[in-house]
């Protein structure tokens, strides 16, 4: 823990939404009467109907139910375009950055309406209802953002699946959600290559119920396959429809999304948000942690293919009338100075990437950032993973001329926005911790048995009531979603993440304490890494586990039981990656593959994974009691192969 503190910038006392004091005293109010404070917060919307029950949750077990501004009645599209156009028409709301430096687009209000009109109708016109469920493949143009505020305006549920995912993957989506209509583009272009994501919904689509529709919008001209009947190109559509699209009326608690994540035991969860408080929520939090202002400039890095490209990308600054960057490339291309170059072009204020991009950055020396000005940026945020506090202070110095203030922000896809987090004119930071509660944030920290710790301690992250932001239920499985969030500490939403509370009251996550690791800020659940491998005919038992990596924060190291007579040798280890990429994606590439004859297990046949996890991390020492075991010898054998590097 970095023992280091720094106060609040004297220049944002001035401008801040709040100040200590006033954090303080607003957090006081939120826990002090929800309903109240929720429903005063809830007027930063426009509603059709104002809601009038703000809070109707709990968290008791098994009856878990969450509900927010249940009887109001509201549009997200209108929210994010409509309500603005009067005021703010001709401001731009996205600035688009090509993967290509010469290439970007201003998009303005005005110009949003009349794009997000016309897709709306394009879905309309191939059959999308309200309530059904519109899977979204795209890569980082503004169709993205069209497509998902087109899904919002007539009540369609978006389902986005990162860029990243194999057609497997894609389909099991797909599947999942019951998807009739699929949105993709002919190719994506990352860091000048390029991704063929029409050619792997093609492939995914060989695995569905054969009665989806695909509209596809042209990005790069490369050559692809359009079946009649089933292919549409999205600019014929678009044309051939009007550009006004009236707003449905949608219930707080109808859906907006699904977003599919990783959890510890068996294949990903569709993640339910719905509509009012997801939105008070992304919004409000866009505002304060941010400090957003009218005429700033906001850029977040993420993929809207992950809740922070849906929450701080397109819903909660749009809500704002803000200026959102959408970067379609990557960190380092052209070049390691891209990042700042944009910065620059666009005269970014404010600046969210993730650790894994400062890491990486970081290594690549501070010439790339010298040479650029940065001198309009006003506050860098990080989010996705811990931050180390040498990466903390780089990024301060070097990127920020120890000018900005960071905000750590904490939360997860469950969480809709952000949950623990500075408030830049109100909180002294410390690297490493995400610092305080938001307001109506409730954060505790449990023992092994759920017993509450107080004070200077640490335990697992557990959050005591509902707030408006987050996550309804697991798409069609709710019972799922009680027994993942709500049976392990009961009355309580288990975050699955480890923490610290310092003296001051600071929290510092320490990562995840469950079978869920954290690849470059990507989530993966070592049970899919896994079931990847053990569909290989040569393997016949596979355990994974996260190890640290300099870069990604946590790699992916898999131990590997081969079926009898199959000999593990590098030909076999590169194709066992290949295997994964291809069944799950590349952002599951495995960094190293020890094959081993056998697996720690106990007696009744569970795997030993915090053996194998010491073994990954070169812990020997700390392996703990190994006399439980079937067979402690597969031990000595793993850490001699370990050792040899074999
Ligand atoms: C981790 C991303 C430490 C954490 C928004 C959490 C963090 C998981 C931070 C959720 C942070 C996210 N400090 N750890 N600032 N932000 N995490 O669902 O382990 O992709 O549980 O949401 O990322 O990942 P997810």
Not at 163 to 168: A, E, T, Y
Not at 258 to 281: A, C, F, M, Q, W
Not at 327 to 341: A, L
Not at 602 to 620: V, Y
Request: hydrophobic share 35%; net charge neutral.
């Amino acid at each position: 823990m970095s023992e280091k503190v720094y106060p609040v910038p004297a220049s944002w006392k001035k401008t801040a939404y709040v100040d200590d004091a006033g954090y303080k005293k607003m957090y006081a109010e939120s826990i002090k009467d929800p309903a109240k404070f929720w429903g005063k917060h809830a007027k930063r919307l426009d509603w059709f109907k104002v809601p009038k029950k703000v809070k109707n949750t709990t968290y008791a077990y098994p009856k878990v139910s969450i509900k927010w501004y249940e009887d109001g009645v509201l549009n997200v599209s209108y929210n994010c375009i409509d309500r603005h156009l009067k005021k703010r028409g001709d401001q731009v709301a996205i600035i688009w950055e090509g993967d290509d430096p010469y290439y970007d687009k201003k998009i303005t209000y005005n110009e949003l309406y009349e794009h997000v009109c016309r897709f709306a109708n394009v879905l309309k016109k191939n059959g999308v209802k309200k309530g059904d469920c519109v899977t979204i493949y795209l890569p980082m143009i503004p169709e993205a953002a069209y497509a998902m505020l087109a899904c919002a305006r007539i009540g369609a549920v978006h389902s986005i699946v990162f860029g990243g995912f194999s057609p497997d993957s894609l389909a099991s989506r797909i599947n999942d959600a019951n998807s009739k209509l699929i949105i993709t583009a002919d190719e994506g272009m990352r860091g000048g290559r390029k991704v063929p994501l029409k050619a792997n919904c093609d492939d995914a689509l060989k695995r569905c119920a054969g009665n989806e529709k695909v509209v596809v919008v042209r990005r790069t001209g490369g050559a692809v396959t359009m079946i009649p009947g089933r292919d549409l190109w999205y600019h014929d559509e678009a044309a051939s429809v009007p550009a006004d699209c009236k707003p449905e009326k949608m219930k707080a608690e109808d859906p907006l999304f699904i977003l599919y994540t990783s959890g510890s035991t068996g294949k990903p969860k569709g993640v339910l948000h719905t509509t009012g408080g997801y939105l008070v929520y992304a919004s409000m939090t866009h505002q304060y942690v941010f400090d957003y202002h009218d005429g700033d400039i906001y850029w977040c890095t993420a993929d809207v293919g992950w809740v922070t490209g849906h929450s701080y990308i397109v819903y909660g600054p749009l809500a704002n009338g803000a200026t959102t960057l959408m970067f379609e490339g990557v960190p380092n291309y052209p070049t390691n100075s891209r990042f700042w170059e944009v910065i620059d072009k666009h005269k970014v204020n404010i600046f969210y990437t993730a650790p894994t991009a400062i890491r990486a950055l970081m290594g690549a020396g501070e010439g790339a950032v010298a040479k650029t000005s940065r001198k309009s940026l006003r506050l860098l945020g990080s989010v996705g993973e811990p931050i180390n506090p040498e990466a903390w202070e780089w990024y301060h110095r070097v990127v920020g001329d120890e000018r900005c203030p960071i905000v750590d922000t904490w939360w997860q896809t469950e969480t809709g926005g952000i949950l623990i987090t500075p408030l830049p004119g109100a909180t002294k930071l410390k690297p490493g911790s995400a610092t305080r509660p938001f307001f109506g944030i409730q954060p505790a920290l449990v023992d092994d048995k759920g017993v509450i710790l107080e004070g200077d301690t640490s335990g697992n992250l557990v959050i005591l009531d509902s707030w408006p932001g987050q996550m309804r239920t697991v798409f069609g499985d709710h019972d799922r979603f009680v027994q993942t969030y709500f049976s392990t500490y009961k009355g309580m939403y288990f975050t699955g993440d480890g923490c610290r509370r310092d003296k001051d009251g600071y929290y510092w996550i320490t990562g995840r304490v469950d079978d869920v690791i954290n690849v470059s800020g990507h989530r993966l659940g070592t049970a899919e890494v896994e079931s990847a491998l053990v569909a290989h005919p040569k393997v016949s038992e596979a355990a994974v586990v996260g190890y640290p990596h300099d870069i990604k924060g946590q790699g992916i190291y898999c131990y590997v039981t081969l079926m009898a007579g199959e000999e593990g040798d590098d030909e076999l280890r590169k194709d066992l990656v290949a295997h994964v990429r291809k069944e799950i994606g590349p952002l599951a590439t495995p960094d190293k593959i020890q094959f081993a004859p056998g697996l720690p297990k106990t007696r009744s046949g569970k795997i030993m994974r915090r053996i194998l996890r010491k073994i990954a991390e070169d812990d020997f020492a700390a392996l703990g009691d190994t006399s439980t075991l079937a067979d402690p010898s597969v031990v000595d054998d793993l850490i001699e192969k370990r050792q040899n590097k074999r």
